[in-house]
DNA sequence: GGCATGTGTATTTTT
DNA sequence: TACACATGCC
């Protein structure tokens, strides 16, 4: 196999070849022998901008050529976005069709499409839901109502906390006392309560057929060590490829493990200084333990840097070299400029968004567009003034991270009564359904479910005819045993019965179609899309009755039912939109606007494996970056350190880092008290040496325009007076 | 008993 | 803004 000795900065993108052996050429030294390593554990090291989506994707397009099945790969991501890049560029060699042949998506996608598959050797129906975040949120908070806990002489976790704790236990495989003693310590009073609690909660996902998010890997996990089928599915794939394996938690290492037992040729990819996702319980350890664990592994390391000019590099590096512990890698950039990046201190955020706005257009019309350009933040309210301040200046922008579409209430409700369609025992959607009923509170929504038998928990079961091998289905006891209601929800609660019989297929008043009403029942007749109009007709009165401005929600449902028209399966309409849900609002806008140039705005966590010609992070403050939230203890601060550093490695040619001195802590009122800021504790001296330092906004700035002008702030000025 | 309404309080990052 | 909890009305 030819590989190129030197290479140039046309390595950068895909340019002129056509065939594997065109691209090797373009390859460095280490990119081509990970590409081309032959059987056995390969463990690829590659810092930021290394070009380790183009090693990964050139592997991919080898090994078809080598003439592996491309059906015989499995290449897991960490979005279904990075493993649709890939796959998509891996095309330009292979052909399109080939490609698409690959089996690709993350961890959580994939469990999914095997188990629809397999699940049935872990007594797992078919037909079972997945359970997003906050679905399996309000399935604890459920739990946690029904045990009652009176003993509310103080506030308890809250939901999304329990799930936290529950879901960083799993993941970890750690036990409760030690998960809360290390990273829930103001809730180790309450163990007693959430034993039981998650007690509840685990056998109400196994009687629903529901599963979360762990649950996906955990069964993953199970499949592969289960006597028959494990050997099936683990001999199913060839080659195993995983992205971002720094990020990944030890139930996932466990998966590979558990894969490794047919399949020899597991290839992971990462980086210990980008690990970001600890909250999520992943670990380095998986990456550092990978020769361990898989023996006769062969590690490749890749340290030159395509992506940014020597001084952005320079100064990354200077912010990881304070780290705890070193990192084995030595990035190095042949792409030279003299231009440092800027360290730009702004007066308050007001300021800040003034200068970032002038920024990005002063790039514009230096022929940059908008796509090569993004703002960076900690977390997803960071951008709110931004935001705003973008609007008015007509600056398009799509967001990224924070609030998703599918977590919006009403769009919660309409996914509701499709997914007591698609899985009748769905307890958490028929709870959110019937609570949308005048008239109908926690007590009779839960007397309404038993009555219909959504939760028919098997060793409570006292019924002779309806086995569990084969129970009646709530919605055909719907249609022909309705529950006695409240006269006040009398109305409502018949248009549901009759939406609901409609679009599966039974009639009220008649006789259940004999046989099997199993969830997995063919829609008959109506089409998805048929279904989504009915039930929005049915929902919309009641939406406009619940929510103060239906006019804007009432978009998004418009949007909702454009992506269920591109489905004609209502279960992969289902999963997808939990699995995979739409990034932003603006994702589902119409395809003219998806032409337009527009700006990013993005977290941190989200922009990983991006890369922008200009980056601007906002909001470099102690207490932004790294977050107050994360500074209790040392791992947290480390971790925050990685963020930035990721943040800092997106950019290729410039870079600014924002600084606000002044904060106003309107945190729930609208006083005009403020402080001022600490620069971000990773921004120390010696690094900032390596920026240019600017002023924006501040009194020495003779430059006064319009915006300046109207940043100044006569209360702060004159404050300073007492304040010092 | 059960539902609707009001009030006071927060902690981030995501599959 | 959303959520946990307390009170008031049927």
Redo the contacts with the bound molecule.
Sequence with gaps: MPCGGSIGTAAIGVTGGDTVADWLDELNPAQCEAVTHGDGPLLIVAGAGTGKTRTLACRVAHLIQEGVPPERILLLT??RRAAAEMIHRCGHVTGRQTAGQVWGG?F??VANRLLRVYGRALDLADGFTVLD?SDAADLM?LVRTELGFAK?KR??A??STLLSIYSRMVSADRPLEETLETHFP?CQDDAEPMRQIFEGYARRKRDGRLLD?DDLLLYWSALCVTPKVGEVVSGRFDHILVDEYQDTNPIQAEILRGMHRRCRNICVVGDDAQSIYS??AATVRNILDFPKQFPGARTVTLEQNYRSIQPILAASNAVMEQARERYTKDLFSDRRSDQKPILMTCVDERGQCDVVCTLILEHLEQGIPLMNQAVLFR???HSAMLEVELSRRNIPFRKF??LKFVEA?HIKDMLALLRVLENPFDEISWFRILLLL????????ARIMDHLGVRQSPPASNGVDDVDANPVSPLQRLAVDPPTVPPASREHFGRLRTVLSECCGTRVNGKADNGKPRPKQRQQGLSLSTQVDRIRSFYEPIFERIYENPQIRLRDIDQLSQIAAGYRSRSRFLTDVT?DPPETTSDLAQAPFLEEDYLTLS?I??AKGCEWTVVHIIHAADGMIP????VGDEDGIEEERRLLYVAMTRAKDSLYVHFPLRYYHRR?DMGDGHGYAQRSRYLTDAVCALFEQRTAGVDDDLDLDEETTRAADPYGRVSRLWKA
């Design positions: 960490f979005t993350t959580h996608a975040q908070n509310r506030r308890f809250r939901k103001w998010y909250f999520r977390t997803g309210h991270g924070g209430a005048d008239g109908i509170g926690p007590r009779t929504a699995l977290t966590h989200s977050s107050d939230m994360a729930f």
